[in-house]
């Protein structure tokens, strides 16, 4: 038995029976403010948004106490109880993940910061205080999820969430967050100062007409010089909307975000952008290449000698494209923009087309052009010049394929169907 299933018939049967606390009440005064206990410690356990172990459990002994306060058999006492339940689970989850923490890491806000013993390789700032930090000489701390840096006399003055916390959700967590594991489509939606009531989006921070307030582009919200250092980034909703890649301003918390998602592919540019190949020549290119990728997977996937050379690992670092087309990441725009991956995708291709045309086994799997003379050339569907029927998936040549009235292999397999059809019969 699971450990949910074995709290859960635990602390169920509490809900059923009654328990040692449990009392009758002899006058209206004393039931009353009976009533009004529950009340009170019902409001209090309404969330269980609780981070710490020991708030969660001073909190599971202020459930186990408004238990023994309510009316067996009640639906009252059954929603504490699956309250308890839960608080329970969160707390066992708290204690395992202590097993699995590094040493003298400290986990405050969502952010896992673990302490830093070498040199970074350029130079970083607190995010707390702003000055420089030198690992070798003070204790900095890095956040494991989102590389928040900070000093280790800055932890108290620590105030923003990790915007990684969506890799690790909390049950019952009702924080609404614009960090969630994906990215805005919108370009720069954005709020005035009267709308954020002149303060700082992040630390409330009250803004002053003499300035100094800054403009995040991702999220369009206006942000103090503390939460907001002016570093600029490419924004995904320009690029996606105008094939715009010119870096704007963005928060501390935007740059962290966009940084932790550059290499995640959730950008689905058929559904966001379908006409965005139209404009742009580069991302058209970059498509057809995506289409040989995963003409040429199909033969490689079968191949045993491609098995023993670990061909389709070359794709091993973006692993999304050997499953579909569609799918980006943001890293994958910015190398569209400057040119590196449609040139380390050609290379993949080289490679990858150089062993099928000279491995016997995927030779054996290609096909020759049924419409024309032309008998000795060897076709596949990410040759040059070939068009692939869509029934079928026989390839031909483009010309031939479109000046014939039906595909040959089509029509002989709709032959062999009538035929087999009458024998059955």
Known sequence: MSLNEKLLSRYTRMSSVGSVGAFSLGSAGSTERLESDENDNWDLLSSTSYTSLSEIQEQISAVRRTILETE????????????????????????????????????????????????????????????????????????????????????????????????????????????????????????????????????????????????CDYLGKWYCQDCHWGYTSPVPARILNNWDFSPKQVCQATYQYLNLMRRRAVIDLEKMSPSLSIISAELSAIIQQRQSVLEMKKYLMVCRVASSLKLLRMLEERQHFVENEFMYSFQDLLDIDNGSLSAWLGQILETWQDHILSCILCRAKGFVCELCSEKEDLLFPFSPGTETCPECNATFHRECYRNCDECPRCQRIRERSKIRSKEDQ
Do not use: M
């Not at 067996?72 to 989850?93: G, S």
């Not at 030198?134 to 932890?155: N, R, S």
């Not at 939606?189 to 992040?202: D, G, K, M, N, R």
């Open 72 to 215: 067996v058999n009640t639906d009252q006492r059954k929603a504490i109880v699956h309250k308890l339940i839960k608080l329970k689970i969160k707390e066992q989850d708290l204690e395992n993940r202590r097993f699995y923490q590094s040493p003298g890491e400290v986990e405050t806000l969502r952010h896992s910061l673990v302490p830093i013993n070498q040199a970074f390789p350029s130079r970083r700032y607190c995010e707390e205080c702003g000055s420089v930090v030198w690992p070798v000489l003070q204790t900095i701390y890095e956040c494991k999820t989102c590389t928040h840096v900070l000093h280790a006399q800055c932890l108290s003055r620590i105030s923003r969430k990790c915007v990684g916390a969506w890799l690790h959700p909390l049950e019952d967590e009702t924080d609404i967050s614009p960090f969630d594991g994906q990215l805005s489509y919108t370009i720069c939606p954005e709020i005035s100062l009267v709308e954020q009531s002149y303060e700082c989006a992040e630390c409330s921070s009250t803004f002053y007409p003499s300035g100094g307030h800054r403009l």
